[in-house]
């Protein structure tokens, strides 16, 4: 069974979800990427497209970023902020219920990220769609999922076309206008519900926009 993401989805989805359950999404810590990826870069404005939970966005809050965050659930946002009132640096936060395949900011960002998302849209669509939200000389950061036949990603079975590589995202991207840093694929694993293990086939490139 695949899904279209749309707003109705994503309420099911987190009302269905318990505030602990594992992963980024629930109330565990961000992934391991972004520590790694945007630890040594300096905090300004960034904007976490597709928060969910809000475990990327109140680190980077936590670590001195002003921060946006934008979620089509808003479910999720409320979650989120409660969170967030708990775990540091709220001030940093923006909140923002928003479709982010037709909603756009007002302004660029230092960084973008995203981190498992998957938006009403194609997903290669979606990160060329974010990406136009780097200010020069800023940071885009995506992680995503690259699903092999039957995988369950998070609990749901994302479609074909929610499945990326690193390589398909990296040709996209114009050598004149990007500098690649990171264009890798690791699998790791996470403690799912009833204590199951869940091998998760990660897909995380980071690149500064030169111009």
Same mark, same amino acid.
Request: net charge negative.
């Given at each position: 069974?695949?899904? *279209?993401?749309?707003?109705? +989805?994503?309420?099911?989805?987190?009302?269905?979800?318990?505030?602990? $359950?594992? *992963?980024?999404?629930?109330?565990?810590?961000?992934?391991?990427?972004?520590?790694?990826?945007?630890?040594?870069?300096?905090?300004?404005?960034?904007? $976490?497209?597709?928060?969910?939970?809000?475990?990327?966005?109140?680190?980077?809050? #936590?670590?001195?970023?002003?921060?946006?965050?934008? $979620?089509?659930?808003? =479910?999720?946002?409320?979650?989120?902020? =409660?969170?967030?009132?708990?775990?540091?640096? &709220?001030?940093?936060?923006?909140?923002?219920?928003? $479709?982010?395949?037709?909603? #756009?900011?007002?302004?660029? +960002?230092?960084?973008?990220?995203?981190?498992?998302?998957?938006?009403?849209?194609?997903?290669? =669509? +979606?990160?060329?769609?974010?990406?136009?939200?780097?200010? &020069? *000389?800023?940071?885009?950061? /995506?992680?995503?999922?690259?699903?092999?036949?039957? #995988?369950?990603?998070?609990?749901?079975?994302?479609?074909? =076309?929610?499945?990326?590589? #690193?390589?398909?995202?990296?040709?996209?991207?114009?050598?004149?206008?990007?500098?690649?840093?990171?264009?890798?694929?690791?699998?790791?694993?996470?403690?799912?519900?009833?204590?199951?293990?869940?091998?998760?086939?990660?897909?995380?490139?980071?690149? /500064?926009?030169?111009?």
């Amino acid at each position: 069974m695949t899904h *279209g993401f749309d707003k109705d +989805f994503w309420e099911r989805h987190w009302q269905q979800r318990g505030a602990g $359950d594992p *992963g980024s999404m629930g109330g565990n810590p961000p992934n391991p990427y972004l520590a790694r990826e945007a630890g040594g870069l300096t905090p300004g404005t960034a904007l $976490d497209a597709g928060c969910g939970g809000g475990a990327e966005a109140i680190w980077l809050a #936590s670590h001195g970023w002003h921060v946006t965050a934008a $979620d089509i659930s808003s =479910e999720a946002l409320a979650r989120a902020a =409660e969170r967030a009132a708990t775990s540091g640096a &709220p001030e940093r936060l923006r909140w923002v219920e928003a $479709d982010l395949s037709v909603w #756009s900011p007002d302004a660029q +960002f230092d960084l973008v990220m995203t981190h498992y998302a998957h938006p009403a849209m194609s997903q290669l =669509e +979606f990160y060329d769609r974010i990406a136009g939200w780097v200010a &020069p *000389g800023g940071t885009l950061l /995506i992680v995503g999922h690259l699903n092999t036949p039957g #995988s369950a990603g998070h609990g749901h079975h994302p479609p074909a =076309e929610a499945s990326v590589t #690193s390589a398909a995202i990296t040709t996209r991207m114009d050598g004149v206008e990007w500098e690649i840093v990171t264009a890798e694929e690791h699998l790791r694993t996470l403690t799912g519900h009833g204590g199951r293990a869940v091998l998760l086939h990660d897909v995380v490139v980071r690149a /500064i926009r030169r111009r």
